[in-house]
């Protein structure tokens, strides 16, 4: 049984660096910041729970790659507190006919999840510990607020790797997005999600300084720093995969990008002509269709609804387009299943889904491993929030390797070059945090 501390926060702000700071030393660790999502005009506001939440330290954890989802379902139904993790992109070979032998230089598990000692949740200024009256006491929590509040938060150490490398050149992307429009053209898909990865071998980076200037130079309201011993995830997601609330299911794809204008007014132009692009309202459009299918397939009859169709939304480096797809989940229904017919999101492999996914594996060359997966968090009242994990670096500190990957909906009408500056755009925020530009 957890209990609650509450106490204000004075400088939210400053917290977050405070609580960052102190939480490094543990060895499992996963921070999901919103960055003042709910302070912005064009927020949903009623489907953002917390400014910020975290799990810290293991009582105990699951690491599988086989069994996944019935792994999670059980360990869930045998515990049912709060737990904190991720799925990585290819759980979805044991949910179709599919493999994946492409190269993996990060090497994280299929899933991992791990029962938090501490949970803290930030609502607006307010701050909630959740711990166990069996594990930890009120004096416990207490003296833990006090350390988180008195540590020093030094200015941003300079993340510098000079040798990114493309896995791919650019021609042979533009050949594999001709090659992908031909299989478009001749009716096996209507659109694939393609990706290229860049990377860096014998890198040493700090993993927490590298995000706090990620969190710095791309603040994006499903961000996350995810630590799991030697190998780490940081995030500046913008997009929303899948949420629970009560009996409600909410996802939000994103596709359709655009690059930040010099003027206000060049922005606003910019933001008006995404919206009415046909090209990016049709990437939209089908992914929206495939997600309403996702949800069909655990929601309570005629409860799958489109809120928001082709939204365009803001953020430090990029517009993007963005819908709300929303349904009942049926009350026969484990929520982990609903999680499971979903899985993974269509925003981030095509449709027919199970045709590009086999599309994606011939012609990416690099395991996605945790990018287009999703981190996230599932509370003790079986309510779960799940990103999506792009603009995301992934980082193996015991090999030295350093990865991102960058992509795009490759459609009917997608001019080859246009993508390949779509897929630069989308990796200029990550080089610039690595100090390399």
């Known amino acids: 049984m957890r209990k609650i501390l509450s106490s204000h926060v004075s400088d939210t702000a400053k917290f977050k660096e405070q609580l960052l700071l102190w939480a ?146 650019k021609d042979e992307y533009l050949e594999a997005v001709i090659a992908l429009k031909n299989h478009i053209r001749l009716g096996d898909i209507y659109e694939v999600n393609f990706c290229q990865e860049f990377f860096a071998e ?59 204008g010099e003027t206000p007014d060049e922005d606003n132009q910019i933001k008006d002509f995404l919206f009415s692009d046909p090209k990016e309202r049709a990437e939209n459009v089908m992914i929206v269709d495939l997600v309403r299918n996702d949800l069909s397939r655990t929601a309570a009859k005629g409860t799958v609804k489109v809120e928001e169709l082709c939204g365009i939304y803001t953020f430090p480096q990029v517009h993007q387009m963005i819908s709300t797809v929303v349904s009942e989940l049926r009350e026969d229904i484990h929520f982990v299943d609903c999680i499971k017919h979903s899985f993974p999101m269509g925003s981030m492999t095509g449709a027919p889904k199970v045709r590009a996914m086999k599309l994606i594996e011939k012609y990416e060359v690099t395991k996605r491993g945790l990018f287009s997966a999703a981190v996230g968090y599932i509370t003790p009242d079986a309510d779960f929030d799940f990103n999506v994990v792009i603009r995301s670096i992934q980082y193996n500190a015991k090999d030295d390797y350093l990865s991102f990957m960058v992509g795009g909906a490759i459609t009917m009408q997608s001019d080859p070059e246009k993508e390949y500056e779509e897929c630069l755009l989308k990796a200029k925020a990550i080089k610039q945090v690595l100090g390399n530009n």
């Open 24 to 169: 490094k030393q543990f060895n499992r660790l996963a921070i999901l910041d919103s960055h003042d999502v709910n302070k912005k005009a064009n927020s949903k506001k009623e489907y953002n729970s917390y400014e910020l939440l975290a799990g810290v330290d293991a009582l105990s954890e699951i690491q599988v790659d086989e069994d996944c989802f019935d792994t999670l379902r059980r360990t869930y139904d045998a515990n049912q507190d709060w737990w904190f993790g991720f799925m990585t992109y290819d759980l979805k070979n044991e949910l179709e006919d599919l493999s994946s032998e492409n190269f993996d230089g990060v090497k994280m598990p299929g899933l991992y999840f791990f029962q938090p000692r501490w949970v803290l949740a930030l609502k607006e200024d307010q701050l909630e510990v959740h711990y166990h009256e069996k594990e930890n006491t009120e004096e416990e929590a207490k003296e833990l607020v006090e350390q988180i509040l008195s540590t020093k938060v030094d200015q941003i150490q300079t993340t510098q790797v000079s040798n990114i490398q493309h896995r791919i050149s």
């Open 202 to 260: 014998n890198t040493q980076i700090n993993p927490v300084e590298t995000y706090r200037r990620l969190r710095e130079v791309s603040p994006t309201p499903y961000s996350c720093y995810f630590s799991l011993g030697d190998k780490f995830l940081l995030s500046a997601s913008p997009e929303r995969y899948i949420k629970k609330q009560g009996s409600k299911i909410i996802s939000q794809p994103i596709k359709g990008t655009a690059k930040r």
